[in-house]
């Protein structure tokens, strides 16, 4: 199953540019069986995400990017949501796993001064780094591939689409088809994942790039 791990609604992402129905209409067109919505620093699409991928019978799983003092980490199954620069990062990961979470590091290369960079080196308990985010440089992808690789941290991918025309350019395959937000989790700690790209009208999975 192909999912896109870290995407943009508008309603609470004021930098983007899609809606709900938007964002599950081109999944589907892609054959994402699932969609991510991680908006920055807030989890208020949860209840319409909720009510609407119940309407349409797709899985909408919800989850927050959060910036942490360190760097963005995205996460699932935190309750709540934190104000930029407020938390430190291996305290924000903690608490997302004590909650029986899940987290990532987003673009943690990319030149905008919000990725974790050389602090993967130091954090424990990441479920996985972006090494291929779509709106990352591909020099600085791989420098998280080459730190993922280093420090034995899941690799994953994600678009980061704002616009649709960004959606599912990098995807994560996960072996299992979670429907809900538990099993979806589950599936993401399990060290399993994969990440893929968008060639050719089809997903292909990579192992390096």
Same mark, same amino acid.
């Given at each position: 199953?192909?999912?896109?791990?870290?995407?943009?609604?508008?309603?609470?992402?004021?930098?983007?540019?899609?809606?709900?129905?938007?964002?599950?209409?081109?999944?589907?067109?892609?054959?994402?069986?699932?969609?991510?919505?991680?908006?920055?620093?807030?989890?208020?699409? #949860?209840?319409?995400?909720? #009510?609407?991928?119940?309407?349409?019978?797709?899985?909408?799983?919800?989850? $927050?990017?959060?910036?942490?003092?360190?760097?963005?980490?995205?996460?699932?199954?935190?309750?709540?949501?934190?104000?930029?620069?407020?938390?430190?990062?291996?305290?924000?990961?903690?608490?997302?796993?004590?909650?029986?979470?899940?987290?990532?590091?987003?673009?943690?290369?990319?030149?905008?001064? #919000?990725?974790?960079?050389?602090?993967?080196?130091?954090?424990?308990?990441?479920?996985?780094?972006?090494?291929?985010?779509?709106?990352?440089?591909?020099?600085?992808?791989?420098?998280?591939?080459?730190?993922?690789?280093?420090?034995?941290?899941?690799?994953?991918?994600?678009?980061?689409?704002?616009?649709?025309?960004?959606?599912?350019?990098?995807?994560?395959?996960?072996?299992?088809?979670?429907?809900?937000?538990?099993?979806?989790?589950?599936?993401?700690?399990?060290?399993?994942? #994969?990440?893929?790209?968008?060639?050719?009208?089809?997903?292909? $999975? $990579?192992?390096?790039?």
């Amino acid at each position: 199953m192909f999912v896109d791990l870290h995407v943009h609604e508008r309603a609470f992402s004021l930098d983007s540019e899609m809606t709900l129905a938007q964002i599950v209409a081109r999944a589907r067109e892609m054959g994402m069986g699932g969609v991510c919505v991680t908006d920055h620093d807030s989890l208020g699409i #949860r209840e319409e995400a909720a #009510r609407y991928s119940r309407e349409v019978n797709f899985p909408i799983f919800v989850g $927050v990017e959060v910036l942490t003092v360190q760097g963005d980490i995205v996460a699932f199954g935190s309750p709540y949501a934190f104000q930029p620069r407020t938390i430190d990062a291996q305290e924000f990961i903690n608490y997302v796993h004590c909650n029986g979470g899940a987290c990532f590091s987003a673009h943690p290369f990319r030149n905008n001064q #919000r990725g974790l960079e050389e602090h993967l080196a130091a954090l424990r308990g990441l479920d996985g780094v972006e090494v291929l985010n779509g709106s990352t440089t591909l020099e600085a992808n791989r420098t998280a591939l080459e730190y993922a690789q280093k420090y034995g941290i899941q690799p994953l991918g994600a678009s980061d689409a704002h616009c649709l025309s960004q959606l599912g350019k990098y995807v994560t395959w996960m072996p299992e088809e979670p429907k809900d937000l538990e099993s979806f989790i589950r599936t993401l700690r399990s060290g399993t994942c #994969r990440p893929a790209i968008w060639e050719d009208g089809a997903f292909r $999975v $990579v192992d390096t790039f």
